[in-house]
């Protein structure tokens, strides 16, 4: 082995020996070769078992050893190997350890719990999420360690953490993806401890008033966010209190609509630039507060005094917002620099990212595959790359002093606007186009008024001197939410885009990282992958049909776009298909689109040379046989068997296979599941039809 190294090592020029010379700056590399382990897990087609994790932790320690013990050239390899089998036995260590119990039926009687979140949902309705669940007539060990349910009808009763509720609703187990690739639910509900979701139409009845510590925080939240919606009411206070503690349940359709539309909804999620308003304020008020008391400023260190209170002020502001995902991040983001404050290191560097994403992927492996990690990171490592290129050669130098703070808000906003489109527009399948316009008009004022003024709302609400600075956080959000509305409302402010394919993003990712890690002229070689990637993107397909997991909805792509089955049901399918078509339009108007015909028990439709039918309804099943006369495939929402010469999609199929996308071909219709593996988030249930066992139909006569 040694001879080997000895051999690669007299060449005059080799990979290793640029490695060699990159010493000191391939640290930022350790968090991307953990999160490509982390990526490969997740994507396994099986459960990985014993082996699979003993082989892993036997990589890591032979890594280990090779950086501890081999030759110098041999460590980057060496780290690298084993942060790639550290990221994928991170991964499977974490799901075994949030392992709960899953719904495996339909559920509908009592559900008694307590209540750990207040929220709203996408329909607009109030949501409770609860904890410590009571099922009628289901064992501890069968029950969900939590549930979310929907309330649907008129409450008499305000609810709030802590109260232990019961309630009469339905429960399901959480729904996998609405189509193959798409946004897997399942799996985020599993990460969560979500073990069922449901609604109810009954009113919710409280049977204890919380404990005097249970859930004392969360408590503290709601109240804060109660008392900022009073003093400032209306969409400004529902904003107040959702950038301050993280409820934005009282936020209308219509001003979350505005924010998506003009790319303001990042202002609102509790994330890094929250937490670095939050905090800048703090530690620039207390810092230079006390350089203005000569007795304290000759006496203590205000620079370390301002760190350590700060990191105690993100502390309480990460528990008061409920510690979600995005916040928890930006708090480890922030706690990382102000630990290279109080450690005489410098806060802003790619070394202080790179230690923030270790961190998180270590605690949270499978935030990797949330947007918010993904454009969170994204913008840092922009913003910092960024300003790092240009800001003593031409922001200091050529700049004037009176030019610097704007020629700052236009940079960041174009830096971070760039490294986050990608993520959004992959998630969102939406680009604003005026979101520049937007930031440009609501960031500074978010900085500048929104959050100091919250800060000294909670100061000052101890002493009863809340209202002023309350209403001066009321005039800033009023202004975010015009400026969003009006942003929103211009004419082609959102662009649809395509759902882009599996490879797209890692690729795009890997090329970007490699021209900002990277050094010296080899560090353009990234832009290959970055061209690539946005090339398969721009060649992405889309399929030709599909149908949903209950059998009851077909999507047609046709010229106009997708048309839809019908007007109505699967509204969550529905709405994933057209959004990653890259069409704005909603389900009804897909399903007034040509592409079906006849009664909504039996709509007809013509993929290529096939002609299909779509039953639905009770005894479905039976009119297959009559539909097999004039149709060569059949969709039908009950178990059904095909007749000779006639090729059927039933509910027995598709319970195996979830939403299948169907594309024609000279040979037949190819099959593509949506379910292609057993994993630890689906839950019980039958074994999903892997793709050497679907049915390969056969072309028509």
């Known amino acids: 082995m040694g001879r080997l190294w000895l051999l690669i090592g007299s060449l005059r020029w080799t990979p290793l020996q640029a490695l060699a ?38 990589v890591v320690a032979l890594g280990t050893a090779l950086r501890l013990w081999g030759p110098e050239h041999g460590h980057p390899f060496a780290v690298a190997l084993a942060a790639l089998a550290l990221g994928a036995l991170l991964a499977g260590v974490r799901a075994h350890s949030v392992a709960a119990p899953i719904l495996s039926f339909r559920y509908y009687g009592a559900i008694e719990g307590r209540v750990v979140l207040v929220d709203r949902s996408a329909s607009d309705h109030m949501r409770l999420t609860l904890d410590q669940v009571v099922l009628n007539r289901v064992s501890p060990e069968r029950t969900p360690e939590r549930v979310r349910i929907s309330l649907h009808g008129k409450q008499y009763l305000t609810p709030e953490p802590g109260m232990l509720v019961i309630l009469t609703g339905h429960l399901a187990a959480p729904e996998g993806p609405p189509e193959p690739g798409g946004f897997d639910f399942q799996r985020l509900a599993y990460f969560e401890r979500l073990g069922a979701i449901g609604y109810s139409r009954t009113p919710v009845l409280l049977l204890a008033p919380p404990e005097p510590w249970a859930q004392i925080v969360n408590r503290m939240r709601s109240r804060l966010s109660a008392g900022i919606q009073a003093a400032v009411p209306g969409d400004p206070g529902a904003f107040s209190s959702g950038v301050m503690t993280g409820d934005r349940s009282g936020l209308s359709l219509q001003a979350i609509e505005d924010l998506r539309g003009s790319s303001l909804t990042h202002l609102l999620a509790i994330s890094g630039m929250n937490m670095a308003f939050l905090i800048g304020f703090v530690f620039a008020t207390l810092r230079y507060g006390l350089a203005l008391v000569p007795v304290l400023a000759l006496r203590v260190n205000s620079k370390k005094l301002a760190a350590l209170v ?37 806060a802003l560097s790619l070394r202080s990212v790179a230690i923030s994403g270790c961190i998180l992927l270590i605690l949270k492996p499978e935030s990797l595959l949330s947007p918010g990690f993904q454009m969170s990171f994204a913008a840092t490592t922009a913003l910092i790359a960024g300003f790092g290129a240009v800001e003593g050669q031409v922001m200091r130098n050529r700049l004037p002093r009176w030019a610097l703070p704007v ?60 209202a002023l ?77 599909l149908i949903s997991a209950d059998g009851g909805l077909a999507g047609l792509l046709g010229p106009e776009g997708r048309a839809l089955s019908s007007p109505r049901g699967a509204g969550f399918a529905a709405e994933s298909w057209l959004e990653n078509d890259g069409d704005l339009t909603d389900q009804i108007s897909a399903a007034a689109r040509p592409g079906f015909e006849g009664d909504k028990g039996a709509r007809r439709f013509v993929l290529g040379d096939w002609r299909g039918v779509v039953l639905k309804g009770k005894g479905s099943a039976g009119r297959v046989a009559e539909a097999c006369t004039s149709a060569d495939l059949v969709i ?58 679907l049915p390969l139909l056969l072309a028509a006569e």
């Open 310 to 346: 700060s990191l105690g002020v993100a502390w309480f502001y990460l528990l008061l917002s409920g510690a979600n995902v995005a916040t928890e991040r930006a708090f480890i983001m922030v706690a990382v620099m102000l630990g290279a404050v109080l450690l005489d290191r410098r």
């Open 21 to 58: 010379e990159a010493r000191g700056i391939l640290f930022p590399w350790l968090p991307v070769f953990m999160a490509i382990g982390i990526g490969l897990w997740f994507t396994l087609p099986f459960e990985p078992g014993l082996r699979f994790y003993a082989g892993a932790l036997a």
């Open 407 to 466: 020629a700052t808000l236009v940079l960041s906003s174009v830096l971070a606007g760039f490294a986050t489109a990608p993520y959004g527009a992959a998630t969102f399948n939406r680009v604003a186009d005026y979101g520049l316009l937007a930031n440009l008009m609501t960031v500074p004022v978010m900085g500048a008024v929104v959050m100091p003024a919250g800060t000294v709302a909670a100061l000052a609400a101890p002493f009863g001197l809340e």
């Open 636 to 693: 039908v929402t009950e178990a059904a068997t095909a007749p000779p010469g006639c090729q059927v999609i039933d509910a027995g199929l598709l319970l195996r296979t979830g939403t299948l996308a169907v594309w024609p071909g000279p040979d037949g219709l190819r099959l593509q599941p949506t379910f292609r593996a057993r994993r630890l988030w689906t839950g019980p249930g039958p074994d999903p039809e892997q793709p050497a066992d």
């Open 469 to 545: 600075p309350l209403w001066v956080m009321g005039r800033g959000s009023a202004w975010i939410l015009w400026s969003a509305g009006w942003v929103a409302g211009f004419e082609g402010a959102l662009t649809g885009i395509i759902a882009p394919g599996p490879l797209v993003l890692p690729v795009l990712t890997l090329g970007a990282l490699w021209l900002v890690l990277w050094r010296g002229p080899v560090r353009l070689a990234g832009i290959v992958p970055m061209v690539a990637a946005l090339v398969l993107w721009a060649m992405a397909e889309r399929p030709p049909l």
